[in-house]
């Protein structure tokens, strides 16, 4: 049975993570030529628009999904029932935000986001279309389909919203590129999963999976809220431009760190679902997926904390060089939220969903007013407030795990302490790199030869887990070759 559970998380972790960086990957070229091409003041339109698409596809999915992965013998009835209420809160909120465009257009003083929104807001319809489908990927631990519709969905929707920035289509071009990524999402999803709801709706299965999805989509609504929150305030008191540059100093960061969590979260949420009753069993197999993240992750922030003046400069040109200070600081805000979200999955298969619902609350009431404060102070105090509730997020969440499982804060910490030395090497190591090499792409090669063979060595010196793993993982596949 270890063994097995063991085989299905490397399986299931190699294609999710394959999945994640090509995709991100490609996303990055492809938004690197994007921001070449336009405008902070057009990133930053689009930008305004995303709290309100957020939230509506949450209500949609209502956490119906994670409650479908959860269960341990999902029914045909249990997955029509889900469908239908997806496919009909798609299109309520469809009318929703195209009957209160104006509204929003008039809040921000920005006419044209009227019509952005109507546009953009078709994707509400099109992606319930395979919303099951994509459930089914997951359940079935099938990411290898998943990498391969999301690698297609990135260059074809990215071809698509590279070509319309070209012809001058402004904050058009990332609409029509959203709208055709969820177009060919659905396409290729439906092309994978063979499956057709049927015309039943079962009150007994929405009840029981509403039961515990209802407290997740309160979590959810409440995270989604903070997240997207921030545009909206920075558009409205300073302007789309601040908005621009915001959005492009997170994209770096927040890329590096949901690669790897969303890719952890993937793989870790279903099998360890399997092994919920057994709390030892699942402290100990998640205190290692907590050790790979850092492992992969930690070094990839300080890397781009010490390098984001020249990487900025090289790839985006100097018009976006006001966004570096605030990169610095948001990439050191990733480093305990990574690991706070990936607690939040030992919550979700313990059936605890009230709590988590708990702890947003107390959380983000606290983080709404960090915000509050710091948005008088500017935009890098706004960032330093990130960096402060990401704190909180992980020391909060860490003490009801604590309280839960027996596993606090303390004890986290210990594991996750040598990866946060390798880490801060790097990030010496890049700044030194940056200041000392003017050069932009010289500086970027020395800092990514210098930093990986330093960390792989150092790594190898103190000998942390995720290193001998990853060590092994490697030896295995290219002994197979």
Same mark, same amino acid.
């Given at each position: 049975?270890?063994?097995?559970?063991?085989?299905?998380?490397?399986?299931?972790?190699?294609?999710?993570?394959?999945?994640?960086?090509?995709? +991100?990957?490609?996303?990055?070229?492809?938004?690197?030529?994007?921001?070449?091409?336009?405008?902070?003041?057009?990133?930053?339109?689009?930008?305004?628009?995303? !709290?309100?698409?957020?939230?509506?596809?949450?209500?949609?999915?209502?956490?119906?999904?994670?409650?479908?992965?959860?269960?341990?013998?999902?029914?045909?009835?249990?997955?029509?029932?889900?469908?239908?209420?997806?496919?009909?809160?798609?299109?309520?909120?469809?009318?929703?935000?195209?009957?209160?465009?104006?509204?929003?257009?008039?809040?921000?003083?920005?006419?044209?986001?009227?019509?952005?929104?109507?546009?953009?807001?078709?994707?509400?319809?099109?992606?319930?279309?395979?919303?099951?489908?994509?459930?089914?990927?997951?359940?079935?631990?099938?990411?290898?389909?998943?990498?391969?519709?999301?690698?297609?969905?990135?260059?074809?929707?990215?071809?698509? /919203?590279?070509?319309?920035?070209?012809?001058?289509?402004?904050?058009?071009?990332?609409?029509?590129?959203? *709208?055709?990524?969820?177009?060919?999402?659905?396409?290729?999803?439906?092309?994978?999963?063979?499956?057709?709801? +049927?015309?039943?709706?079962?009150?007994?299965?929405?009840?029981?999976?509403?039961?515990?999805?209802?407290?997740?989509?309160?979590?959810?609504?409440?995270?989604?809220?903070?997240?997207?929150?921030?545009?909206?305030?920075?558009?409205?008191?300073?302007?789309?431009?601040?908005?621009?540059?915001?959005?492009?100093?997170?994209?770096?960061?927040?890329?590096?760190?949901?690669?790897?969590?969303?890719?952890?979260?993937?793989?870790?949420?279903?099998?360890?679902?399997?092994?919920?009753?057994?709390?030892? +069993?699942? *402290?100990?197999?998640?205190?290692?997926? !907590?050790?790979?993240?850092?492992?992969?992750?930690?070094?990839?922030?300080?890397?781009?904390?010490?390098?984001?003046?020249?990487?900025?400069?090289?790839?985006?040109?100097?018009?976006?060089?006001?966004?570096?200070?605030?990169?610095?600081?948001?990439?050191?805000?990733?480093?305990?939220?990574?690991?706070?979200?990936?607690?939040?999955?030992?919550?979700?298969?313990?059936? +605890?969903?009230?709590?988590?619902?708990?702890?947003?609350?107390?959380?983000?009431?606290?983080?709404?007013?960090?915000?509050?404060?710091?948005?008088?102070? /500017?935009?890098?105090?706004?960032?330093?407030?990130?960096?402060?509730?990401?704190?909180?997020?992980?020391?909060? /969440?860490?003490?009801?795990?604590?309280?839960?499982?027996?596993?606090?804060?303390?004890?986290?910490?210990?594991?996750?302490?040598?990866?946060?030395?390798?880490?801060?090497?790097?990030?010496?190591?890049?700044?030194?790199?940056?200041?000392?090499?003017?050069?932009?792409?010289?500086?970027?090669?020395?800092?990514?030869?210098?930093?990986?063979?330093?960390?792989?060595?150092?790594?190898?010196?103190?000998?942390?887990?995720?290193?001998?793993?990853?060590?092994?993982?490697?030896?295995?596949?290219?002994?197979?070759?």
């Amino acid at each position: 049975m270890a063994d097995d559970l063991k085989n299905k998380t490397v399986k299931g972790m190699s294609w999710s993570f394959a999945e994640q960086f090509l995709t +991100r990957g490609f996303n990055l070229v492809i938004g690197i030529i994007l921001a070449r091409l336009l405008s902070p003041t057009d990133f930053g339109l689009v930008g305004m628009l995303g !709290i309100f698409i957020a939230i509506s596809q949450l209500f949609i999915d209502g956490g119906l999904a994670s409650a479908l992965i959860r269960e341990k013998n999902p029914s045909e009835k249990d997955f029509s029932t889900v469908y239908i209420v997806n496919m009909t809160l798609g299109v309520v909120f469809y009318f929703l935000l195209f009957f209160s465009a104006p509204l929003i257009a008039d809040f921000y003083h920005q006419p044209l986001l009227k019509n952005l929104l109507r546009a953009t807001a078709l994707i509400l319809v099109i992606n319930p279309l395979a919303s099951i489908h994509n459930t089914l990927l997951v359940i079935r631990v099938d990411f290898r389909s998943k990498m391969i519709i999301s690698v297609a969905n990135s260059l074809i929707a990215g071809a698509i /919203g590279i070509l319309c920035a070209y012809k001058g289509m402004g904050p058009w071009a990332l609409v029509g590129q959203s *709208i055709a990524s969820a177009i060919v999402a659905t396409l290729l999803t439906l092309s994978f999963v063979r499956w057709m709801p +049927r015309l039943v709706f079962s009150k007994d299965s929405f009840k029981r999976l509403f039961s515990y999805s209802s407290k997740l989509l309160g979590s959810q609504l409440i995270q989604t809220i903070y997240i997207n929150v921030y545009p909206m305030v920075i558009g409205k008191r300073y302007n789309a431009s601040d908005v621009g540059y915001f959005s492009r100093a997170g994209q770096f960061p927040n890329m590096s760190s949901t690669a790897f969590t969303s890719a952890m979260n993937q793989v870790a949420f279903p099998i360890m679902s399997q092994i919920q009753d057994d709390d030892k +069993r699942l *402290i100990s197999v998640y205190e290692k997926y !907590i050790q790979v993240f850092c492992f992969l992750t930690f070094p990839v922030l300080m890397g781009l904390c010490g390098c984001a003046r020249p990487l900025t400069s090289f790839l985006l040109t100097d018009k976006w060089l006001p966004c570096v200070p605030l990169m610095q600081i948001i990439c050191f805000s990733y480093l305990p939220t990574g690991i706070a979200q990936l607690n939040l999955n030992l919550f979700y298969v313990k059936g +605890r969903s009230d709590l988590v619902l708990r702890m947003e609350i107390i959380k983000k009431a606290l983080m709404f007013g960090v915000l509050i404060i710091s948005m008088f102070f /500017g935009m890098k105090a706004i960032c330093y407030g990130l960096v402060f509730n990401a704190l909180i997020d992980f020391f909060y /969440g860490a003490f009801y795990t604590k309280r839960i499982l027996g596993y606090g804060p303390l004890r986290q910490l210990k594991i996750v302490f040598p990866y946060i030395l390798l880490s801060l090497v790097i990030l010496v190591e890049s700044l030194l790199i940056s200041h000392f090499i003017q050069n932009n792409l010289l500086s970027l090669i020395a800092s990514l030869v210098v930093c990986a063979l330093s960390y792989w060595a150092l790594a190898k010196v103190i000998g942390p887990y995720a290193y001998q793993e990853t060590a092994t993982l490697i030896r295995s596949k290219l002994g197979r070759n």
